[in-house]
């Protein structure tokens, strides 16, 4: 019962720029590193964010990958009904939604 639609938007956005820059991967690794790895940290996944600098904090705030996180942190400790749970659900069904429109978008010109 986990926001598991967040990584398949992501999933989107990749397939979508892979379809986009397909003639030059290194375009592909570069936008993906720049901007997957800072997102993975700024969402509390990989270091905790409590004692982050302020600006760190603020930043993730606006990350939708951080609401998941939190959700699912929230999901595991038994708390299904806490706001941090319904603001991940929102971000993981926004992040679907997007990454699906813009994944079709490519694919949909790729193919035409």
């Known amino acids: ?5 967040g990584p398949q ?13 397909r003639e030059q991967d290194w375009v592909f690794w570069t936008v993906h590193q720049t901007l997957l790895f800072p997102s993975m940290i700024l969402s509390g996944m990989l270091l905790p964010l409590e004692q982050a600098p302020g600006w760190m904090r603020a ?4 990350n939708p990958l ?4 939190n959700a699912e942190r929230d999901l595991f400790a038994g708390h299904l009904t ?6 991940g659900w ?3 069904i926004l992040t679907a939604a997007i990454g699906i429109a813009v994944g079709l ?8």
Do not use: C, E, N, Q
């Open 105 to 112: 978008r490519a694919l949909t010109k790729s193919t035409s």
């Open 9 to 21: 938007g992501i999933g989107s956005f990749s397939y979508a720029l892979a379809t986009v820059v």
């Open 59 to 62: 930043l993730s705030v606006v």
């Open 90 to 92: 929102l971000a993981a």
């Open 66 to 69: 951080t609401h998941v996180v």
């Open 1 to 5: 019962m986990r926001p598991a639609l």
């Open 82 to 87: 806490s706001a941090d749970v319904g603001w």
